[in-house]
């Protein structure tokens, strides 16, 4: 929840700042890519771009695959406010 809440934060930051900054795209660039990095990472760790057979062959180990599986939950929930509120600085701009 902590990491939500950290995404939350820049979200509501950037929207704070589009509004008050006469040319907002930066922003809202800035923040498509402060969330869409972690969620890309995130589908990297959690091996959502291999098919089956490699997952399993990735995740032998299950300490490994909790680790993986945690810090890539972190990253996604970080990285969805992050777009969601550049999504809506284009609509609210």
């Known amino acids: ?46 091996g959502a771009y291999v098919s089956g057979d490699r997952v399993r062959g990735n995740y032998s180990d299950s300490k490994d695959f909790n680790e993986r599986s945690g810090m890539s939950t972190k990253l996604f929930l970080f990285g969805i406010p992050c777009v969601l509120a550049a999504i809506a600085a284009i609509y609210l701009k």
């Open 1 to 46: 929840m902590r990491y939500f809440l950290t995404g939350l934060i820049f979200g509501v930051l950037g929207i704070i700042i589009s509004f008050l900054l006469p040319n907002s795209d930066m922003v809202m660039y800035a923040l498509f890519i402060i969330g869409f990095v972690p969620i890309i990472i995130s589908g990297l760790m959690s």
